[in-house]
């Protein structure tokens, strides 16, 4: 039982950053319809900025953080600005196509700057230290990333809803031209949406670089967040959520009483099982647009 | 007319005897270089272990410098195969195709060098040091193979017998990659242990692409294991260490030489290496031992890029080519292949930064005595700052 209530916590420690992705995936693709495939090498150049200024420039926490955030959401505008706003006769294809160029670039990029070695983000809070709860034990970084997860997800969500540019934000996605007869100045609304979705990006990817950081340290978050999104419906974001802790739950409890070699692959199974039973995911509504 | 002919003729000796020098020249080999090849993951998940072709590098560049092989200097061609097998093969290919690589140095990774060792060994091509320890080298051997590195199996077997003798663990578990290299340490590992009567209590797989480690561990600690053996590579390796800290279970922690990097692995770990042993088939890096001291000297402080660490992996990039250079040395200035071959089976408890390291005449029955290089390791454990303490002598261990 006590194993049991271990996997349990674990699988929902470990869902906050498929989550964080998760999230960050589904906000791009409400507005575009478009997988950002470059969603966790723009969290990987924000964090390695943050890395750069803690290690090499001696800045404090308080300043290298925000300046990071501030820094992926400049990153998300120009991205959008300056490559997917110029692709011409731009379609889904095309666009994704776009998005995997700009992983390998950003990659390249940090691999190029900062070597390959792994290395060591300076944090606050140890990534080995934890909590003990009787005998189940979860980690300080796993309790932050988890409070920060969900605070994330109740702004936006709020945000999203009740805010006058987030309603502008879907009725982008649901019907571009239409958004833009109506004063809408859907392009700018693009560029926010990548700002917005690449500053979720690095929150995940500065929760995640304590405890690991190396050039492809958001390969399996993104790969996972993506499966959330999936599960999730690619456009609902509580979806994206509730699936992110779903499959880290899944994941921990098929390591423990199935198999660990398959652990990581479940997240795929069930991408495959939710893509030929219900494609539109686990918790969206078909939108079907009419003609 | 006579005389006219007499100059026809001779010119057409010299032209018969000219070309038949060529084409007996041995390919690779020309009057003042020797071309040799080397492939290493300067890009991709692998990229940290692609120190080793830098500092082989640096090593030739230092040999150059001192005046070369018998009057020849080396020209090294290294390429970056992101420790993929296909980018292997066809880097190779090319090379040996194009340029004509007299013999080829180190290639890390068990996989991409499996993937080319047809290639090379059935073109009659020497290799000299793959930077693993797999036992696919010499099992079964190839009279074209010479491995350095010392296997991984014996590392293995050294560690256990080392911690359940000297330090009486009583239940081993192990955490492995899955997949040859994790696999080879899991075979010594049992079959060490079932010599002392005993098994292993956990055997806990570790995929390449995994991250969260917590499954892992929470087997490990399901064991109750006093001792686990770390087969991973140094990022799962860091994690294990750190998760078993969060989860308060503390066993041992033994590793393999391709986590004894421990500079780095404290500075990963932010400090938890600490009190893990691991096997090592070299000097440490602040060994006082005169031929380190000029390999940093006249290798690492001359010719690596800025910014270059004297890791472990990097310094290994030279003790795996050293015995390639003694056999150059020994093969003298008429060099041929099969030269080569011979000189190298004339090395015997050769001493560079590294264990002994032995030849024999090729013997398809004794892989391990004919092919198998380095047979000892020692034992290091990780203290504050990244030092390591000497915890045996070099240990020579049975393969297998």
């Given at each position: 039982m006590l194993d049991f209530l271990q996997m349990i916590v674990s699988g929902i420690a470990v869902g906050s950053t498929y989550a964080l992705m998760g999230i960050a995936m589904v906000i791009v693709y409400k507005t575009s319809e478009v997988p950002n495939f470059a969603q966790g090498e723009m969290a990987l150049i924000s964090s390695f900025f943050a890395f750069m200024l803690l290690d090499q420039y001696g800045w404090p926490y308080h300043l290298a953080f925000p300046a990071a955030l501030v820094f992926s959401i400049l990153l998300g505008f120009f991205l959008e600005y300056s490559i997917l706003r110029r692709a011409k006769e731009p379609n889904i294809l095309g666009l994704i196509v776009i998005t995997i160029g700009i992983e390998m670039i950003l990659l390249g990029l940090v691999s190029w700057k900062f070597g390959a070695d792994p290395k060591s983000m300076p944090f606050p809070i140890s990534p080995w230290e934890s909590f003990a709860i009787g005998e189940v034990f979860i980690s300080r970084l796993e309790m932050l990333t988890l409070l920060v997860a969900l605070i994330i997800m109740v702004v936006l969500f709020v945000f999203l809803r009740h805010s006058k540019l987030g309603v502008a934000m879907k009725a982008t996605q649901q019907n571009n031209i239409a958004a833009r007869i109506m004063g809408i100045r859907t392009h700018r609304i693009m560029m926010i949406t990548w700002g917005i979705s690449s500053f979720v990006g690095c929150v995940a990817g500065l929760l995640i670089a304590p405890a690991t950081m190396q050039p492809y340290m958001m390969w399996d978050p993104l790969l996972k967040g993506f499966a959330a999104a999936v599960m999730g419906g690619m456009t609902s974001l509580p979806g994206a959520v509730v699936a992110a802790y779903l499959l880290g739950i899944i994941e921990n409890l098929f390591g423990g009483y199935v198999s660990i070699e398959f652990k990581s692959a479940v997240a795929f199974a069930i991408i495959v099982l939710v893509l030929c039973i219900k494609p539109s995911g686990l918790f969206a509504r078909h939108y079907v647009k009419k003609v | 007319m006579k005389k006219t002919g007499f100059w026809v003729l001779a010119a057409m000796v010299a032209m018969v005897f000219g070309l038949t020098s060529n084409a007996m020249a041995e390919e690779g080999v020309t009057d003042t270089e020797i071309h040799i090849g080397q492939w290493g993951p300067?890009?991709?998940?692998?990229?940290?272990?692609?120190?080793v072709a830098r500092g082989t590098d640096a090593y030739f560049k230092m040999i150059n410098a001192e005046g070369g092989i018998h009057g020849r200097k080396i020209v090294y061609h290294m390429f970056d195969d992101a420790y993929n097998p296909a980018k292997t093969m066809a880097g190779v290919k090319e090379l040996q195709e194009s340029i004509g690589i007299f013999a080829w140095a180190c290639g890390v990774g068990t996989t991409p060098g499996l993937a080319v060792r047809e290639y090379i060994t059935s073109r009659k091509i020497p290799w000299v040091g793959p930077a693993t320890g797999s036992s696919h080298w010499i099992d079964?051997?190839?009279?074209y193979l010479f491995a350095v590195y010392p296997l991984y199996y014996i590392e293995a077997k050294a560690l256990v017998r080392y911690g359940v003798e000297k330090m009486g663990f009583k239940r081993v578990a192990i955490a492995y990659l899955n997949d040859d290299y994790g696999k080879n340490g899991l075979a010594a590992a049992r079959k060490e242990l079932t010599a002392h009567g005993m098994q292993l209590v956990a055997e806990v797989p570790v995929e390449?692409?995994?991250?969260?480690m917590k499954p892992h561990v929470m087997k490990l600690r399901q064991a109750e294991a006093d001792m686990v053996l770390l087969w991973v590579v140094p990022g799962h390796a860091v994690r294990i260490v750190g998760t078993s800290a969060a989860m308060q279970f503390a066993p041992q922690f033994m590793t393999v030489s391709t986590c004894s990097d421990f500079p780095l692995m404290m500075h990963i770990s932010k400090g938890l290496f600490k009190g893990v042993i691991a096997t090592t088939f070299g000097e440490l890096p602040?060994?006082?031992l005169p031929l380190m001291q000029k390999y940093k000297k006249d290798a690492h402080e001359k010719f690596?890029?800025?910014?270059?660490?004297?890791?472990l992996f990097y310094y290994a990039g030279i003790l795996f080519v050293e015995p390639m250079v003694e056999g150059l040395k020994r093969a003298g200035r008429d060099l041929t292949r099969e030269k080569f071959i011979t000189a190298m089976e004339s090395i015997k408890g050769f001493k560079g930064i590294g264990g002994e390291i032995s030849y024999d005449i090729f013997n398809p029955n004794k892989g391990y005595e004919s092919r198998g290089g380095m047979r000892e390791v020692f034992m290091i454990q990780c203290l504050e700052g990244g030092q390591a303490k000497r915890m045996s002598d070099w240990t020579k261990i049975q393969y297998p």
């Open positions: - | 300067q890009t991709g998940p692998a990229a940290p272990w692609g120190s079964p051997p190839n009279r390449l692409k995994d991250q969260d602040d060994s006082d690596a890029a800025k910014g270059e660490r004297w890791g």
